[in-house]
């Protein structure tokens, strides 16, 4: 089992571009959820993803969006970067939305905005 | 809301020597709580997980927590650190059942 896989490991963009993370589920997993580790901090909860739906949404700007496939895999896209952008980010997935349900989180991709 | 604060954001501790690691929470509802830790570039795991029943929570290697409701309270505790538990610890509330809430994390230094 692979367990939770997030490409790119690292990314480094630009003010004003944008950009696209994916992330690969647990084998078995349906649910996707996404969240920002800003340097210092713990992880915050952007959104999650269920049957290909944005279920619930934490409190960040429509610049961030995301995309779940039928295979359940999962997009994070943040547009107009901003440097505050620069965190690493963290998907999770876990067997239906539930809080019985543990979240495996991947390794993250560390976003650095310049 | 839903929410946890760690004391302390630094904590050394001797090899051999006990650990403790504190975490306390704010919840309107009876929480679900959770300890996480960080590696360096790695990703959250899971050290263990209290939903409900018995108060006293083991998880892997070796670390343990204890729910205390009349103290808001669940501290995470191992007997005797050992080197390979340098890392950053995170503690965890659930935010109505669908997303963790966490704290801002303790870094944990083991020294010889």
């Known amino acids: 089992d692979a367990g939770v896989t997030q490409s790119p490991t690292h990314l480094i963009k630009t003010r004003g571009q944008q950009v696209t993370l994916r992330c690969s589920p647990k084998?078995?997993?349906?649910?996707v959820s996404w969240y920002q580790q800003a340097l210092g901090q713990g992880p915050q909860f952007i959104f999650q993803y269920y049957e290909e739906e944005e279920r619930q949404r934490g409190n960040f700007p429509d610049r961030f969006s995301g995309h779940q496939f039928p295979n359940y895999s999962s997009e994070l896209n943040v547009n107009a970067l901003l440097l505050g952008d620069s965190a690493l980010y963290l998907c999770?997935?876990?067997?239906?939305?539930?809080?019985?349900?543990?979240?495996?989180f991947g390794p993250g991709t560390r976003l650095t905005v310049l | 809301a839903q929410s946890v604060t760690q004391l302390g954001s630094h904590v050394s501790v001797s090899e051999g020597a006990l650990v403790l690691l504190r975490c306390n929470y704010s919840?309107?509802?009876?929480?679900?709580l959770f300890w996480y830790v960080q590696y360096p570039n790695q990703g959250l795991q899971l050290l263990l997980k209290y939903t409900t029943g018995a108060t006293l929570v083991k998880g892997i290697n070796g670390f343990e927590a204890e729910f205390k409701k009349s103290e808001t309270s669940f501290h995470l505790t191992k007997p005797s650190a050992h080197m390979s538990d340098a890392a950053e610890y995170f503690c965890?509330?659930?935010?109505?059942?669908?997303?963790?809430?966490f704290g801002k994390g303790t870094s944990l230094l083991v020294t010889p």
């Open positions: 999770a997935s876990s067997l239906a939305p539930s809080s019985y349900n543990e979240q495996f």
């Open positions: 084998s078995g997993h349906d649910t």
């Open positions: 965890a509330v659930w935010i109505s059942g669908y997303a963790l809430n």
């Open positions: 919840s309107s509802v009876p929480p679900y």
